[in-house]
Nanobody, 114 residues
Framework: VQLQASGGGLVQPGGSLRLSCVAS????????MGWYRQPLGEQRELVAR???????TYADSVKGRFTISRDNAKSTVFLQMDSLKREDTAVYYC?????????WGQGTQVTVSS
């Protein structure tokens, strides 16, 4: 499984960004798709994830501001990020679980700054 993330960038506080991640290769059996982030000097943390059936989980810090969705036909997962805060600045990674094995994308930088 290969994962290609896009959509990061520089945005002002209160702004929005939409991240996308496309899975390719052997994609049969992908269940959970998700987004993690890693601020500089800190540990990687879960942002949001969504199962093949559509069940969603969010970190408390992003509830009400971020929305995760997926297009199963296109093997793509999205992260709509609204009302961005400075503390959302991090490298964002997409990840998928395929038959119990985790795969990771290369990461995309999100910087929230005025």
């Amino acid at each position: 499984v290969q994962l290609q993330a896009s959509g990061g960038g520089l945005v002002q506080p209160g702004g929005s960004l939409r991240l996308s991640c496309v899975a390719s290769g052997t994609i049969y059996g992908i269940n959970v798709m998700g987004w993690y982030r890693q601020p500089l000097g800190e540990q990687r943390e879960l942002v949001a994830r969504i199962t093949a059936g559509g069940s969603r989980t969010y970190a408390d810090s992003v509830k009400g501001r971020f929305t995760i969705s997926r297009d199963n036909a296109k093997s793509t997962v999205f992260l709509q990020m609204d009302s961005l805060k400075r503390e959302d600045t991090a490298v964002y990674y997409c990840s998928v679980d395929r038959l119990g094995v985790d795969y990771w994308g290369q990461g995309t930088q999100v910087t929230v700054s005025s």
